[in-house]
């Protein structure tokens, strides 16, 4: 495949998961799916609670793709459900931050993930992740990313470009609020996430709504990557 081709693959933008997340089988893997919408009701809000896209776990790790020794960072934990998952899928060999902001929280997570020994808990600063430069392969935030504080959020960008490795990933779960049923307020609207993070030098490269729930998956490279040298052809 050409160099565009790839580029067109990377970016395309809104793609929606339909008929396998209807029927409750995990996706195939194909680079696009068809967002043509064979039955309107598919689409319908069903978000009972506040983590109804958990219910989409399978999709949402295979859409992050993580291999063994990856080195993740599980921004605003919270419970610490996804750094399990993450644990398993990195192997022991890899490593899983879990970060929160305040010591208590660390301290539960700590204890909730203790039979886990690849997970390491860690406390974070509220304006930035933390962690030494290029130290993560991908920055995971599930409902966090309305927490930050408006005004630096466009800094927070640039301090995660400083975290992960120049492939490096940042991955954002959201409440979309324009079809939210509830928590409008506790969501980004996906055009600010992404006049954000491309003023914070980032690319969407993939978007997906959850089907069936009020939350979307975005995920994001560094724009420096697109401009990077080409290494000469053998």
Not at 67 to 86: N, V
Not at 127 to 148: I, T
Not at 181 to 203: N, Y
Request: with cysteine; aromatic share 8%.
């Amino acid at each position: 495949m050409s160099s565009k081709g790839i580029l067109w693959v990377a970016v395309t933008a809104i793609l929606v998961l339909i008929a396998a997340a209807a029927k409750g089988e995990e996706a195939p893997r194909p680079l696009i799916q068809s967002s043509r919408v064979p039955d309107p009701s598919i689409l319908l809000q069903r978000d009972g609670s506040g983590y109804a896209y958990r219910a989409h776990v399978d999709f949402i790790l295979q859409r992050l793709d993580i291999q063994p020794r990856d080195r993740i960072l599980d921004l605003g934990a919270g419970d610490g459900w996804w750094t399990a998952h993450f644990a398993e899928k990195v192997g022991p060999e890899g490593i899983v931050y879990t970060a929160e902001v305040t010591q208590e929280l660390v301290d539960q997570l700590k204890q909730r993930l203790h039979d886990h020994p690849n997970v390491k808990p860690c406390l974070c600063p509220r304006d930035r992740p933390g962690l030494p430069e290029r130290s993560v392969d991908l920055v995971f935030l599930s409902q966090v990313y309305h927490h930050l504080d408006g005004k630096t959020r466009i800094d927070y960008w640039r301090e995660l470009a400083k975290t992960v490795t120049p492939l490096g990933r940042v991955a954002v779960i959201e409440t979309y609020p324009q079809i939210a049923l509830r928590g409008k307020d506790h969501g980004t609207p996906l055009s600010t996430l992404a006049r954000e993070a491309e003023e914070g030098g980032w690319v969407p490269v993939e978007v997906w709504f959850i089907p069936r729930t009020q939350h979307y998956l975005a995920i994001f490279m560094q724009q420096r990557v697109f401009f990077a040298e080409r290494a000469p052809e053998q």
